[in-house]
């Protein structure tokens, strides 16, 4: 029997969800909001919410000190590179998994993600040291490769889920019916696993446009990506709120859009399997 | 045509052992049943077959020509899987087109043949619709449709009606019976379900336990079968098996006797015993009898006998109908003659 569900408690739920819903999105309207207000208001105390004098001035300064095109390019090449990357070695890794598992196949996918468990800055020091002797400190080579290497776990277990779900039937029929590995590949496999290649690639694309760590550390000027962007408005001169948030937003906006817009697909990625 | 021929075949999966050293001649235009219980290795040796599975030694052979370490797509047989394996992101069209697009066949080709394909298995207006648009049935005939259009040497069907409902199974079984007569092709088919082997096939194989027990056509497994697990296996309901005194005085280890072939009469008889429970079918009636020092006995009876719990009957088995097997299940003596 169905359970059934009062009115009361339904708007409870609701009105919880909204709550807790504004609580996570209020952080990214206040930096928003702060963009838009000169840097005495943005430290005003009372803090004025809505009712302030409204300015773009943040925006044109932050345009004239910074080249802002030239991070965003950066962004999108390590983003982009690593994801492109990260795909051509995880496609075929989960394949493998999927559909060829062995004993220790189990063994090697909690491995894999255990590495996900150790902290960036434990590796810092190695990682540096290899970076600077090979001349790719402040290259976009060095965030692709720290990139990839960082997100490829999370990219072989979403598509090795994703594997899992297609039955083996339908490729072994596919092989009765004369196709080869690379037809397999093209003409069956492919087509099925669309939504968990782009719920994977949009994912990888989000953690590795976000990334801070790694961007602060390798980084300089030439390859700083949006990221080292922001953090370049928290400078020892002092804190400008109001320059530091014109700076915020204009890094999350182009995330932030792609995310809305593909938040369907990544919904479905992510709990893939997880429902039926 | 196609001849197959499976010699000293035997598949291990880690130490486990599927099939043993199995020998199997199939016979050009034959349809061929594999029967047996759950893992008896009957799937495995069909994937043996197809080539979805690598024998762990012996050889297959298809025309005389050796095609044990040959891929699938070249040994040149269709498959037709259980769970149909529709391609879910095609057409029906798509579908059935498929393998032609893997042969390289040209466009004209591929249509005309899909074209003919949909005509036979009734699928003319449902190639524009993807597999999920489908009923179970309709799955069927478009796997089935696949496989044909590539001309195989043999067709091979992996319990292919599981998944359907009781009436949808008896009408895919009698198409399958007619598409084997109209297009004279070699089928293999997989099935646990004694009563589509013994309605489908030409040849029973009965597998158990990864070994042939015994092949032959489905009246000669009912009238003479090889041992103790074939004679329960064909035959539905099963064959009774009686033990102990009653099959000593036959000089048998065990006697077996068919619930058709056993003599329902108010009085005298060989046995008597006390009616359970009562199967009616119609035609048939079937009665579970408790008969003291013999046990549980299955008897057919007319569809009209009004028989209730707990009434006493006197059993009479038909003297030439009865099985003798000895102590290893061996049969020692069938119904027409010592074995």
Same mark, same amino acid.
């Given at each position: 029997?169905?359970?059934?569900?009062?009115?009361?408690?339904?708007?409870?739920?609701?009105?919880?969800?909204?709550?807790?819903?504004?609580?996570?999105?209020?952080?990214?309207?206040?930096?928003?909001?702060?963009?838009?207000?000169?840097?005495?208001?943005?430290?005003?105390?009372?803090?004025?919410?809505?009712?302030?004098?409204? !300015?773009?001035?943040? +925006?044109?300064?932050?345009?004239?000190?910074?080249? +802002?095109?030239?991070?965003?390019?950066? &962004?999108?090449?390590?983003?982009?590179?690593? !994801?492109? $990357?990260?795909?051509? @070695?995880?496609?075929?890794?989960?394949?493998?998994?999927?559909?060829?598992?062995?004993?220790?196949?189990?063994?090697?996918?909690?491995?894999?993600?255990?590495?996900?468990?150790?902290?960036?800055?434990?590796?810092?020091?190695? $990682?540096?040291?290899?970076?600077?002797?090979?001349?790719?400190?402040?290259?976009?080579?060095?965030?692709?490769?720290?990139?990839?290497?960082?997100?490829?776990?999370?990219?072989?277990?979403?598509?090795?889920?994703?594997?899992?779900?297609?039955?083996?039937?339908?490729?072994?029929?596919?092989?009765?019916?004369?196709?080869?590995?690379?037809?397999? @590949?093209? +003409?069956?496999?492919?087509?099925?696993?669309?939504?968990?290649?782009?719920? !994977?690639?949009?994912?990888?694309?989000?953690?590795?446009?976000?990334?801070?760590?790694?961007?602060?550390?390798?980084?300089?000027?030439?390859?700083?990506?949006?990221?080292?962007?922001?953090?370049?408005? &928290? &400078?020892?001169?002092?804190?400008?709120?109001?320059?530091?948030?014109?700076?915020?937003?204009?890094?999350?906006?182009?995330?932030?859009?792609?995310?809305?817009?593909?938040?369907?697909?990544?919904?479905?990625?992510?709990?893939?399997?997880?429902?039926? | 045509?196609?001849?197959?021929?499976?010699?000293?075949?035997?598949?291990?999966?880690?130490? #486990?052992?599927?099939?043993?050293?199995?020998?199997?001649?199939?016979?050009?235009?034959?349809?061929?049943?594999?029967?047996?219980?759950?893992?008896?290795?009957?799937?495995?040796?069909?994937?043996?077959?197809?080539?979805?599975?690598?024998?762990?030694?012996?050889?297959?052979?298809?025309?005389?020509?050796? =095609?044990?370490?040959?891929?699938?797509?070249?040994?040149?047989?269709?498959?037709?899987?259980?769970?149909?394996?529709?391609?879910?992101?095609?057409?029906?069209?798509?579908?059935?087109?498929?393998?032609?697009?893997?042969?390289?066949?040209?466009?004209?080709? =591929?249509?005309?043949?899909?074209?003919?394909?949909?005509?036979?298995?009734?699928?003319?207006?449902?190639?524009? *619709?993807?597999?999920?648009?489908?009923?179970?049935?309709?799955?069927?005939?478009?796997?089935?449709?696949?496989?044909?259009?590539?001309?195989?040497?043999?067709?091979?069907?992996?319990?292919?009606?599981?998944?359907?409902?009781?009436?949808?199974?008896?009408?895919?079984?009698?198409?399958?019976? /007619?598409?084997?007569? #109209?297009?004279?092709?070699?089928?293999?088919?997989?099935?646990?379900?004694?009563?589509?082997?013994?309605?489908?096939?030409?040849?029973?194989?009965?597998?158990?336990?990864?070994?042939?027990?015994?092949?032959?056509?489905?009246? /000669?497994?009912?009238?003479?079968?090889?041992?103790?697990?074939?004679?329960?296996?064909?035959?539905?309901?099963?064959?009774?098996?009686?033990?102990?005194?009653?099959?000593?005085?036959?000089?048998?280890?065990?006697?077996? =006797? *068919?619930?058709?072939?056993?003599?329902?009469?108010?009085?005298?008889?060989?046995?008597?015993?006390?009616?359970? =429970?009562?199967?009616?079918?119609?035609?048939?009636?079937?009665?579970?009898?408790?008969?003291?020092?013999?046990?549980?006995?299955?008897?057919?009876?007319?569809?009209?006998?009004?028989?209730?719990?707990?009434?006493?009957?006197?059993?009479?088995?038909?003297?030439?109908?009865?099985?003798?097997?000895?102590?290893?299940?061996?049969?020692?003596?069938?119904?027409?003659?010592?074995?």
């Amino acid at each position: 029997m169905a359970r059934t569900v009062s009115t009361q408690r339904k708007a409870a739920v609701t009105v919880l969800a909204w709550v807790i819903g504004l609580l996570i999105f209020f952080p990214i309207l206040w930096t928003v909001l702060t963009s838009f207000k000169t840097e005495g208001e943005a430290i005003a105390n009372p803090p004025s919410f809505l009712f302030f004098d409204w !300015t773009m001035e943040n +925006y044109t300064e932050v345009q004239e000190r910074s080249n +802002y095109l030239r991070h965003v390019v950066n &962004s999108v090449a390590i983003s982009f590179g690593s !994801t492109l $990357i990260g795909l051509i @070695i995880a496609v075929p890794a989960a394949w493998a998994m999927a559909f060829s598992p062995t004993k220790r196949t189990k063994g090697i996918l909690m491995w894999m993600l255990s590495t996900k468990m150790l902290p960036a800055v434990g590796v810092l020091m190695p $990682i540096y040291l290899i970076f600077r002797d090979l001349g790719l400190l402040d290259t976009l080579i060095a965030l692709i490769i720290v990139m990839t290497m960082v997100n490829l776990p999370i990219m072989v277990w979403m598509l090795y889920t994703y594997f899992k779900e297609i039955p083996a039937d339908i490729l072994e029929a596919a092989r009765m019916d004369g196709a080869g590995l690379r037809q397999e @590949i093209v +003409y069956v496999l492919a087509p099925m696993a669309v939504p968990g290649i782009a719920s !994977t690639c949009l994912l990888n694309i989000i953690l590795a446009w976000n990334e801070a760590f790694w961007s602060l550390n390798l980084t300089a000027a030439s390859a700083a990506p949006l990221t080292a962007f922001i953090a370049s408005y &928290s &400078s020892p001169e002092g804190l400008f709120w109001a320059k530091l948030s014109a700076a915020s937003t204009m890094a999350i906006a182009p995330i932030l859009v792609l995310g809305w817009f593909s938040q369907r697909q990544l919904v479905r990625g992510l709990t893939f399997g997880a429902v039926k | 045509m196609c001849h197959l021929r499976l010699s000293n075949v035997s598949k291990r999966f880690g130490t #486990q052992e599927v099939i043993r050293d199995l020998d199997l001649s199939i016979e050009d235009g034959a349809f061929v049943v594999f029967v047996g219980p759950s893992g008896c290795g009957k799937s495995t040796l069909l994937r043996l077959i197809a080539g979805l599975e690598d024998a762990s030694a012996g050889t297959i052979e298809i025309d005389d020509e050796d =095609v044990t370490q040959l891929p699938p797509a070249r040994r040149g047989l269709s498959m037709v899987f259980q769970s149909y394996a529709l391609y879910p992101h095609m057409t029906v069209r798509a579908n059935i087109a498929f393998p032609l697009r893997m042969a390289g066949l040209d466009k004209a080709a =591929v249509d005309r043949k899909v074209t003919e394909a949909a005509r036979v298995l009734n699928l003319t207006d449902y190639l524009s *619709r993807k597999p999920r648009q489908l009923s179970g049935g309709q799955r069927q005939r478009v796997a089935i449709g696949r496989a044909i259009v590539r001309e195989p040497k043999a067709f091979l069907f992996d319990e292919p009606l599981s998944n359907l409902d009781a009436a949808l199974r008896v009408n895919m079984r009698l198409e399958i019976s /007619e598409l084997h007569h #109209q297009l004279g092709t070699t089928m293999i088919y997989v099935t646990h379900d004694q009563i589509e082997a013994m309605t489908m096939a030409d040849t029973i194989v009965v597998l158990n336990k990864g070994v042939v027990e015994q092949v032959g056509s489905p009246m /000669e497994l009912y009238r003479r079968p090889a041992n103790l697990f074939v004679a329960g296996f064909i035959g539905s309901p099963r064959m009774n098996f009686i033990n102990g005194r009653e099959a000593a005085k036959l000089g048998a280890e065990v006697i077996g =006797v *068919r619930p058709e072939h056993i003599t329902l009469s108010p009085d005298g008889g060989t046995w008597r015993g006390e009616v359970g =429970v009562a199967e009616h079918l119609g035609s048939d009636t079937f009665l579970h009898i408790k008969v003291d020092g013999v046990g549980q006995i299955t008897a057919r009876a007319p569809g009209e006998v009004d028989l209730r719990h707990g009434e006493t009957i006197s059993l009479t088995p038909e003297p030439g109908k009865m099985h003798l097997f000895g102590k290893t299940g061996e049969v020692i003596r069938t119904p027409e003659g010592v074995s």
